[in-house]
């Protein structure tokens, strides 16, 4: 069962904040964030771990809430180079099943 | 660096055809995966590889095979192609466990069926 994401889709102004939310129905031991732009490979943002520790990247910052099995990425003062489409990713504690959430459009207007 | 290399980056099948799509990473990784993404959806895992020699099942394995070659090939079969399967293929590799490490992908591989 992969990770169901919230909003499906957003449309953002320059300087603008958004959340995206990934929700799991399984227990989750870390949390992979990634963005894609269109027609190319999804990038690494950053990871959180079970316990708190986090790896950031570029102004974007996430939080992990390992009971209520919850993922959440914060985009502040967005830039036209947030566009593009966010996913969270897993793999389900003890396997190497690794498995991606249900994606989240995001665009940037200027 | 290359990191991620997957060979060919397009390919049009007639259904019934097989083809063999191919992946070689060059970060001495011990984990590899093979996903497919339909136009305008998510990534969705075929199969993966945990370590050199171990295969597993992911969300969608039918109508696919996959060979570790060693540890750094890991290719993806389609033995009897559908227009089903018209999608884009990335393979990714991660250093260890991928609860804890990142996932490197490819540029993709875009397959279509017709």
């Known amino acids: 069962q992969q990770p169901v994401q919230s909003p499906q889709a957003v449309i953002l102004r320059e300087g603008e904040d958004a959340v995206i939310n990934c929700s799991s129905s399984?227990?989750?031991?870390?949390v992979h964030w990634y963005r894609q732009k269109h027609g190319e490979a999804p990038v690494f943002l950053m990871i959180?771990?079970?316990?708190?520790e986090q790896k950031g990247h570029e102004k974007i910052s996430a939080s992990f809430n390992e009971k209520k099995q919850q993922s959440s990425l914060y985009l502040t003062a967005s830039q036209l180079s947030y566009s593009g489409t966010y996913f969270c990713?897993?793999?389900?504690?003890?396997?190497?099943?690794?498995?991606f959430g249900t994606g989240t459009r995001l665009k940037v207007l200027a | 660096n290359a990191g991620v290399t997957q060979t060919p980056k397009f390919q049009v099948l007639k259904t019934g055809q097989s083809m063999t799509l191919q992946c070689a990473q060059d970060?001495?990784?011990?984990?590899m995966y093979w996903y497919r993404q339909d136009p305008g959806m998510g990534l969705r895992l075929i199969y993966y590889?945990?370590?050199?020699?171990?295969?597993d099942k992911g969300e969608v394995p039918n109508g696919y095979n996959v060979s570790r070659l060693n540890k750094r090939e890991f290719s993806l079969r389609l033995e009897s192609a559908a227009p089903s399967q018209t999608s884009v293929y990335f393979c990714?590799?991660?250093?260890?466990?991928?609860?804890?490490?990142?996932?490197?992908f490819g540029e993709g591989s875009r397959l279509t069926v017709l």
């Open positions: 990714a590799s991660s250093e260890t466990d991928p609860n804890t490490g990142e996932l490197f």
């Open positions: 399984k227990a989750l031991y870390s």
């Open positions: 959180l771990l079970k316990g708190g």
């Open positions: 990713g897993t793999a389900y504690s003890g396997t190497y099943k690794y498995i």
């Open positions: 970060m001495n990784h011990n984990s």
């Open positions: 590889s945990a370590s050199e020699g171990t295969t």
